[in-house]
T-cell receptor, first 113, second 111 residues
Framework: NAGVTQTPKFRILKIGQSMTLQCAQD?????MYWYRQDPGMGLKLIYY???????DKGEVPNGYNVSRSTTEDFPLRLELAAPSQTSVYFC????????????FGEGSWLTVV | QKEVEQNSGPLSVPEGAIASLNCTYS??????FFWYRQYSGKSPELIMS??SNGDKEDGRFTAQLNKASQYVSLLIRDSQPSDSATYLC???????????WGLGTSLAVNP
C-alpha cells in the first residue's frame, strides 16, 4: 500500500542548480498538491493539479514549475535553486471519494547552499 | 482573504488531562473541516474530519463544529505523552479544491 511516494528524501543543492522532486500516488486521486513548510511554520501551497494536464499556482509558485502528464505523477521542478528554497517539501493527493481527505507523502528535505 | 487561525501555543497539559485545541475560519461557505497531527520531522496525518455541526467522536478524540460561530475544535481525552505534536486545522473554502491551513498549535503532554 504505497500511497504517496516522494523522492528524494534528502538533497543538498548548490545555488543555481536545478532539480526535480518526484511525486507519485497509486490511489487514482485526481487532485495533487505540492506544499513547502519552513521550520516552525505552516504549510504553504506551491502548485496544485485537478487532473492530468491541468495545473495551477498556489500561494508561493515563484521559482518552481510543475507538470501533470499522468494521473499518478506530479513532479516539482526547481530551475535555479536559491537559499530561500531551503525547506521541506510535501506532496499530497486527494479525491472526492475519500471525503476530501488529503494524504501526504513523507516529505523531501532540500538544502540550498 | 480566506483564513484559518489557531493559537500557536505551546499548550501544555499533564498526562491524563483533556487537551482542547481551537480553530476559527473566515469563509462562511466552508463545508469540510479537518484536524491533522504532525510530529517533528514527519508529514501531517489525519486525525479527524467533520462536516456537520455538532460533535464527532473517534476513540480519545472529539471534533466539534459550530458553523454559525465559525469555529472547530479538537478535544483529546486522557492525553498521553505520545500526543505531543503540532495539530493543524484545515478547511476547504467553499467549492475550492484547496485546503486552507492554520499554522498549527503545539501540544506538549507532560508525564
Amino acid at each position: 500500500n504505497a500511497g504517496v511516494t516522494q523522492t528524494p528524501k534528502f538533497r543538498i543543492l548548490k545555488i543555481g542548480q536545478s532539480m526535480t522532486l518526484q511525486c507519485a500516488q497509486d490511489m487514482n486521486h485526481n487532485y495533487m498538491y505540492w506544499y513547502r513548510q519552513d521550520p516552525g511554520m505552516g504549510l504553504k501551497l506551491i502548485y496544485y493539479s485537478v487532473g492530468a494536464g491541468i495545473t495551477d499556482k498556489g500561494e508561493v509558485p515563484n521559482g518552481y514549475n510543475v507538470s501533470r502528464s499522468t494521473t499518478e505523477d506530479f513532479p516539482l521542478r526547481l530551475e535555479l535553486a536559491a537559499p530561500s528554497q531551503t525547506s521541506v517539501y510535501f506532496c499530497a493527493s486527494t479525491t472526492r471519494g475519500t471525503g476530501n481527505t488529503i494524504y501526504f507523502g513523507e516529505g523531501s528535505w532540500l538544502t540550498v547552499v | 482573504q480566506k483564513e484559518v487561525e489557531q493559537n500557536s501555543g505551546p499548550l501544555s497539559v499533564p498526562e491524563g488531562a483533556i487537551a482542547s485545541l481551537n480553530c476559527t475560519y473566515s469563509d462562511r461557505g466552508s463545508q469540510s473541516f479537518f484536524w491533522y497531527r504532525q510530529y517533528s520531522g514527519k508529514s501531517p496525518e489525519l486525525i479527524m474530519s467533520i462536516y456537520s455541526n455538532g460533535d464527532k467522536e473517534d476513540g480519545r478524540f472529539t471534533a466539534q463544529l459550530n458553523k454559525a460561530s465559525q469555529y472547530v475544535s479538537l478535544l483529546i481525552r486522557d492525553s498521553q505523552p505520545s500526543d505531543s505534536a503540532t495539530y493543524l486545522c484545515a478547511v476547504y473554502a467553499g467549492n475550492n479544491r484547496k485546503l486552507i491551513w492554520g499554522l498549527g498549535t503545539s501540544l506538549a503532554v507532560n508525564p
